[in-house]
Each structure stands twice: as C-alpha cells, then as structure tokens.
Nanobody, 124 residues
Framework: QVQLVESGGGLVQAGGSLRLSCATSGVTFSRYTMGWFRQAPGPEREFVAAISRGGGGTNYAESMKGRFTISRDNAKNTVYLQMNNLKPEDTAVYYC?????????????????WGQGTQVTVSS
C-alpha cells in the first residue's frame, strides 16, 4: 500500500518560514521523481517544485524560485520543502506527489501517487 504523509504545515506570519516533510512508504522511493503542489480554494492544483530521483535535478514554479527549496533524503524515504519569506498568497493546502518518471512533471496528471495534504496559512 502506497502512502505519502505530509507534515510541517501550520500558521505563520508573513516573512516567516516553514519546512514541510513528506514521508513515503510502499514504493521504492529512489525510483520516483517527487513533487510538491498546492491548492488554494478553487479547482486548480498549482505546481510548486519537483526533484529528480537522485536529487541532482530540481524545477520550481517561477514565483517560488529563490524562496522555496525542495530536497530529498532517499535513506529516509522523505522529501522536503523549505519555504522562506512566506507571503499571504502562499496560503494553500500543500501536497506531495510521486511520479514514476525520469522527467520532472509540472502537471498533476504526471504524478502517480498523492498525499492527503497539509495546510499552510500565512497571515499578513
């Protein structure tokens, strides 16, 4: 059974930082590209960042570059998202996802498995 479990969300003031974690089980973690998406109220799930299987390649949405950093620890089957200089518009539910792919998908359809999400709220 594949499980992706996010943690680390919460309430933070604008300009603050949070570190999200996503612990994965039921898959060979090192064979999966990992990604983070977010969804504010509404139908669209927005790409945040992705990291290659070995961690050597990353991709970020333009608005997150320089503020967010994705990383992974294959020994711990965990992917992280360090978020700095948070803004109220970063408020959303953040989801991690796993893709059995050598590429770095930027659309939700490119991912095979999803976590349940963790809420991030940034107050002004």
């Amino acid at each position: 059974q594949v499980q992706l479990v996010e943690s680390g969300g919460g309430l933070v003031q604008a300009g603050g930082s949070l570190r999200l974690s996503c612990a994965t089980s039921g898959v060979t973690f090192s064979r999966y590209t990992m990604g983070w998406f977010r969804q504010a109220p509404g139908p669209e799930r927005e790409f945040v960042a992705a990291i290659s299987r070995g961690g050597g390649g990353t991709n970020y949405a333009e608005s997150m570059k320089g503020r967010f950093t994705i990383s992974r620890d294959n020994a711990k089957n965990t992917v992280y998202l360090q978020m700095n200089n948070l803004k109220p518009e970063d408020t959303a539910v953040y989801y991690c996802a796993a893709a059995f792919s050598v590429s770095l998908p930027v659309i939700p359809g490119g991912y095979d498995y999803w976590g349940q999400g963790t809420q991030v709220t940034v107050s002004s």
